[in-house]
């Protein structure tokens, strides 16, 4: 027996495993399993090149577990080792130090993935102790046995093995012993081993038998060493594809659509990703991208391979050259991360317009699934953007889906404004806008639906794309006022009943929650609707983009929501409303009136005085004057609008045309909307 020391102490190589390699233990089991794939392959190319001439027969790698002795077995009957290749792998991996070590291999993180030693000592963050018995592949090898319990000493002695390959005995210790179970092995070996290219043997598959599980004498093989992706397209159907993904997402909606990624050169990429059906919240949807390297499983954190946008899509990537840190846990900074992440990009649009114009109808029929990932994609990457313009599409409120390019041709003659812009009239809830929408259509205007998650940010996105356009929410004024022409009505209201029509419907307006309603007046056809809501569309549309998190806007949603209760001044309800108040108010209201212009004559004359002065040029007999006016003014005008909204009050058609223009904004509910019913009965 041969006793050694290990190339560094205990006090510098197992702290440095766990501190700079490895930081999550359950990976023992991926790197021992790995190294022992690695084995079985390398004979395989051994024998393809003439230089083994055995015969490979039945070469799996199996996991032994023995719950009762805590110990866990990783056996392949792969290349080997002799005891020189073990005083090389395990003996002197870390040669002179610590120090050196973790600089070697700081510069060459790459060559150590899949290397031996450095996968082998993973094993001693859960073991108490580690056996490697092991023989050669070569011709009167003889099988050898290593024994260490993590100090710096070791044993190395011969054994009798029957066959070639390697062993690797875990003796789990206490602090682990989670990992000698069935159910945690089961476990870790689905989630890191699950596609690896030798099979992986654990146990022996079940059957129910007498209605009880009953051991068969079948390998439980836990792997397909022939996953999807390492397959060509030509051989595969959507159904592979969907029985594929289905493994991978379980009692799932089926994809949308796939993309089969098969790259050689500049660097070496498979995968097959695809895009799922989006439920409403976008953030649980991400880290669903498995990423492998040669088939081992290493993360499902892709940010940095895979642009932000598409961390939505589902599916898999493996390459042997995306840079990993030793352990494999996170990317390394590397030119060949943005070329991987860009070359996916252009992978995925090309993919969709070849959908697009091979089948439009079917790409129509998946859009509102589908907008969510090219809108994120416009959003945030300039060229996916310039790709995708072709094949992105607005849907309006008939159903009917336009390019960019084909309804912009659409609208041109009849949505262009008096300044020459093209005006792109939108809803975002069809059911609650209904009356806005109908208005504009009655004009010849066409509205589109944007309805989703992003398109608050998507509009603005749009604007400073588009040449000389604008987006308008249909709801944001009256339809005459969407698109502004050259022709105007005449407005039939003067000065003081616009001021009487403006505390009369303010005083009647409900104390909605954060919402404040300000009167305006538009010289409207008598035909259109006496009383509308609308929605300032610049301060609308800020609020969306703070409650979506737009940066540097959280203000906004705390400010409350401004609308404008239009009153159309030409209707014939709004003008019975001032014959009403004329009979019965008006004298009362002229007096009122009559004093107030008086005394606003006066303050006039005062504060015209006052111009040109300083504070104390001005005499105190002048101010006092002053003062008394504002007063007075602010008495009078008090009981003017007293007068206007006891009127008011009393008046149901007032309450009534508030009401309506509430009902067709889906604004009127509770005990507003119970009076609303009974007033309706009343009236009619």
């Given amino acids: 027996m041969q006793k050694g020391h290990i190339g560094v102490t205990t006090e510098n190589i197992f702290p440095i495993i766990k501190k700079y390699l490895y930081s999550d233990h359950e990976i023992f089991l991926r790197e021992l399993v790995s190294n022992a794939v690695d084995a079985t392959q390398k004979l395989k190319t051994l024998a393809s090149v003439g230089e083994f001439k055995g015969e490979i027969g039945d070469a799996p790698v199996r996991i032994i577990l023995d719950e009762d002795k805590k110990t866990i077995t990783i056996s392949d009957r792969g290349v080997g080792m002799t005891s020189e290749e073990i005083d090389k792998y395990i003996n002197q991996v870390a040669f002179s130090g610590a120090n050196e070590f973790l600089e070697k291999y700081k510069k060459d993180a790459n060559a150590i993935i899949g290397h031996f030693g450095l996968g082998f000592y993973s094993s001693f963050m859960v073991s108490e102790k580690v056996e490697i018995i092991t023989k050669s592949f070569r011709d009167d090898a003889q099988a050898v046995k290593w024994s260490c319990d993590g100090s710096p000493e070791y044993t190395l002695e011969e054994v009798e093995k029957e066959d070639r390959g390697t062993d690797i005995v875990l003796y789990i210790d206490e602090d682990n012993k989670q990992y000698a179970t069935k159910g945690e092995i089961d476990g870790l070996l689905k989630k890191y081993c699950r596609f690896l290219p030798v099979e992986v043997v654990f146990g022996k598959q079940t059957e129910w038998k007498d209605g009880k599980e009953e051991q068969t004498d079948k390998d439980n093989v836990v792997n397909e060493t022939k996953p999807l992706w390492t397959r060509t397209p030509s051989e595969l159907k959507d159904e592979d594809y969907n029985k594929f993904y289905q493994g991978l997402y379980p009692m799932t909606d089926e994809p949308l659509f796939n993309i089969h990624l098969n790259v050689d050169y500049p660097f070496n990429l498979t995968g097959v990703l695809y895009f799922p059906k989006l439920k409403n919240n976008v953030e649980v949807q991400k880290n669903k991208i498995q990423l492998y390297c040669n088939q081992v499983y290493v993360t499902d954190s892709v940010e940095g391979i895979v642009p932000e946008f598409l961390t939505l899509l589902h599916g898999v990537i493996d390459s042997p050259d995306i840079p990993l840190n ?29 959908i697009f114009k091979k089948d439009r109808e079917g790409f129509e029929a998946k859009w509102d699934d589908l907008k969510i990932f090219i809108e994120y994609g416009m959003l945030t990457e300039e060229k996916f953007y310039d790709r995708a313009k072709k094949f992105t599409l607005l849907k309006n409120t008939d159903g009917k889906c336009f390019t960019f390019d084909e309804y912009a041709a659409i609208i041109k003659d009849n949505q262009t404004d008096k300044d020459d812009q093209l005006v792109y009239l939108y809803a975002t809830d069809v059911d609650a806008q209904f009356s806005f929408i109908e208005a504009a259509k009655n004009k010849g205007y066409d509205v589109i639906v944007l309805d989703g998650q992003l398109d608050s940010h998507f509009v603005n996105h749009l604007e400073s794309k588009f040449e000389k356009s604008r987006f308008v929410r249909v709801d944001s004024d009256i339809a005459e006022k969407l698109i502004p022409k050259a022709e105007n009505l005449e407005l039939k209201l003067t000065e003081a009943q ?42 609308r549309r800020m609020k969306e983009m703070s409650a979506l998190g737009g940066g540097g806007m959280n203000f906004y949603g705390e400010m409350p929501d401004s609308y404008n209760l239009v009153v159309n001044g030409n209707h014939p309800l709004v003008n ?54 504002n007063k007075k003014l602010t008495e009078l005008n008090g009981k003017k609008d007293e007068e206007l909204a006891s009127f008011a009050s009393s008046n149901k058609l007032v309450s009534q045309l508030i009401d309506l223009a509430l009902l067709s904004n889906n604004m009127l509910k509770g005990e507003a909307l119970t009076k609303f019913v009974k007033r309706s009965i009343d009236l009619i």
Avoid: C, W
């Fill in 576 to 629: 019975r409303i001032i014959e009403d108040e004329e009979k019965e108010v008006g004298e009362k209201v002229s007096s009122l009136r009559h004093k107030i212009e008086g005394l606003d004559g006066k303050r006039a004359e005062l504060e015209k005085a006052k111009e040109g002065k300083k504070d104390e040029e001005i005499p105190q007999a002048d101010k006092d004057e002053l003062d008394d006016i």
């Fill in 326 to 354: 030793v352990s494999r846990s996170y990317l390394q900074s590397d030119g060949n991360v943005k070329k991987i992440s860009s070359h996916i990009t252009k992978k995925v649009a090309d993919r969709l317009e070849d």
């Fill in 498 to 539: 616009k001021q009487d029509l403006t505390s009369i419907f303010s005083s009647q307006v409900p104390n909605v929650d954060k919402k404040n309603f300000i009167v305006t007046f538009e010289a409207l056809e008598e035909t259109d609707s006496p009383v509308m809501i609308t929605q300032q569309e610049f301060m």
